[in-house]
């Protein structure tokens, strides 16, 4: 008989009506969560993803690929195009994409890892954002329930380094930062705990991308 913990089998969860599907994934991995509306996906993201994986020690990361961003006026481009787009360009065998939001109808990170946990006990979740999202974290709904329940990997992306070490959610849980000598363990944490990793980045955004019409 399979290990229904391994298998990317359909899981019901009541809470939401139905069933979802989710990556595949062993028992006890470290799996890094990137959410996003990925409108365009681009080699920023990339990027970003395969310093995750060597930085923080993770097994696998998955892409999020969300219905829509709700602190962004405009909607994104069709689910479907973006979830394509993610798959033709993150071409690494560690790497997932997923609708998880749209199946369970989360808008949320909060809600979204709640659900994530609840579906797989036997793995190890950490968050992964870059520095700019971590200077205005403070206005996610439920940004404090998201510290507190999973460790948090944060990326350094250009024009946001300085500004995130000051941000307010880096001020607040200032006790539970992790060394970077400490980065690869992250995964295996007890939350609230977080890293600020100094990488090299790519100075790409999606923003940039749709006025350029190159999507």
């Not at 298998?7 to 979802?20: I, K, M």
């Not at 994934?25 to 996003?36: D, E, F, I, K, S």
């Not at 939001?101 to 808008?107: V, Y």
Request: hydrophobic fraction near 45%.
């Amino acid at each position: 008989m399979s290990d229904p913990a391994s298998d990317p089998a359909l899981r019901a969860d009541p809470r939401h009506g139905g069933a979802f599907t989710l990556p595949p994934c062993r028992r006890g991995a470290v799996v890094g969560v990137l959410g996003g509306s990925f409108d365009p996906p681009h080699a920023g993201h990339v990027h970003i993803t395969r310093e995750a994986l060597k930085r923080f020690g993770l097994d696998t990361v998955w892409w999020l690929v969300s219905p829509g961003n709700p602190l962004k006026a405009h909607g994104p481009a069709p689910l479907a195009r973006r979830m394509q787009a993610a798959r033709d360009i993150m071409q690494d065998p560690r790497v997932h994409i997923s609708d998880f939001e749209a199946q369970i109808g989360a808008r949320h990170t909060a809600l979204t890892l709640a659900a994530l946990r609840s579906a797989r006990r036997d793995v190890n979740f950490v968050w992964l954002m870059g520095a700019d999202n971590m200077v205005q974290f403070h206005h996610w709904q439920d940004w404090r329930q998201i510290m507190e329940t999973v460790p948090v990997g944060i990326l350094a992306r250009p024009g946001a380094r300085l500004a995130a070490r000051a941000s307010v959610a880096a001020r607040m849980y200032e006790r539970a930062r992790v060394p970077t000598t400490h980065a690869r363990m992250l995964g295996h944490m007890k939350a609230p705990a977080w890293c600020f990793a100094n990488v090299p980045m790519l100075a790409m955004s999606s923003t940039r991308l749709r006025e350029a019409g190159a999507w």
